[in-house]
C-alpha cells in the first residue's frame, strides 16, 4: 500500500484543457514537494507547500496543500505538450508524531500525456 | 556547479556479480539520499546521510548492500550478488539542511543509474 496515494494514476488531455493531479495522505504532512520526471530522467522540482491551505503558483501551475495538511491537488491550466511527464508528489510524514527531518516519501506518481 | 551528478548512467550486469554507483552531491549540501525506483513507481527511501554519518537506513536496505559517503562529499552504493530484483533505477538526491532539519528540505535528484540484472 502506498503512504502517499495519487489520483488519477495517469491522465491524456488535448493541449488547451485545465487537469487536476491530487495527492492524498492519511497522516499530517509537515511539507509536500511537487516534481516533475520525464521518463528514465531524474525529478525536477517544481513546488513546495508547508502551511495548511498554502497554495503557490508558477507559469500555468498552482498547487494548494489543504487546510488539515492531509492532501494537496496541482492543477494544470491550458496545458501544452511540454507538461506532458510523470508528477510525483513527496511528502514528510510523520508516522510517531512530529517532522521526519527532511525524509521525503513518494506517491507512485502520475502520467500525464498532451495530445496536440 | 553542475547539480547532482550520478555514475554511470547505465550498468547491465549477470545475476550474482557486485556492481557500485557513484554520486557527487552538489557541493554545498549536507545531505544525500539514495532511492530507488521501479517502472510505474515513485521512489522508494534507500538510505541518507548527513555529512559524512549515515543517519537511517530503510528496511529495504538488504545487507547485500552497502553505502558511504567517506568524506561527506560523494557517495557510493555497492550492491553485491546482484539479483534480478535489484534492476531498477537508483536515483541520487542532496540538500542543505540547517539546524535540526525540521523545515524545508529541497531535495535535488541526479539523472539516475539504471541497473539492469540479466
Known amino acids: 500500500s502506498q503512504e502517499l496515494e495519487q489520483s488519477p494514476q495517469s491522465l491524456i488531455v488535448q493541449e488547451g484543457k485545465n487537469l487536476t493531479i491530487n495527492c492524498t495522505s492519511s497522516k499530517t504532512l509537515y511539507g509536500l514537494y511537487w516534481y516533475k520526471q520525464k521518463y528514465g530522467e531524474g525529478l525536477i522540482f517544481l513546488m513546495m507547500?508547508?502551511?495548511g491551505g498554502e497554495e503557490k503558483s508558477h507559469e500555468k501551475i498552482t498547487a494548494k496543500l489543504d487546510e488539515k495538511k492531509q492532501q494537496s491537488s496541482l492543477h494544470i491550466t491550458a496545458s501544452q505538450p511540454s507538461h506532458a511527464g510523470i508528477y510525483l508528489c513527496?511528502?514528510?510524514?510523520?508516522w510517531g508524531g512530529g517532522t521526519s527531518y527532511g525524509k521525503l516519501t513518494f506517491g507512485q506518481g502520475t502520467i500525464l500525456t498532451v495530445h496536440p | 556547479d553542475t547539480g547532482v551528478s550520478q555514475n554511470p548512467r547505465h550498468k547491465i550486469t549477470k545475476r550474482g556479480q557486485n556492481v557500485t554507483f557513484r554520486c557527487d552531491p552538489i557541493s554545498e549540501h549536507n545531505r544525500l539520499y539514495w532511492y530507488r525506483q521501479t517502472l510505474g513507481q515513485g521512489p522508494e527511501f534507500l538510505t541518507y546521510?548527513?555529512?559524512?554519518?549515515?543517519?537511517?537506513k530503510s528496511r529495504l536496505l538488504s545487507d547485500r548492500f552497502s553505502a558511504e559517503r567517506p568524506k561527506g562529499s560523494f557517495s557510493t552504493l555497492e550492491i553485491q550478488r546482484t539479483e534480478q530484483g535489484d534492476s531498477a533505477m537508483y536515483l541520487c538526491?542532496?540538500?542543505?539542511?540547517?539546524?535540526?532539519?525540521?523545515?524545508?528540505?529541497?531535495?535535488?535528484f541526479g539523472a539516475g543509474s539504471r541497473l539492469t540484472v540479466l
Open positions: 546521510f548527513q555529512n559524512e554519518a549515515q543517519l537511517e
Open positions: 513527496g511528502a514528510d510524514i510523520s
Open positions: 538526491a542532496s540538500s542543505l539542511v540547517r539546524g535540526s532539519g525540521s523545515g524545508a528540505n529541497v531535495l535535488t
Open positions: 507547500l508547508q502551511k
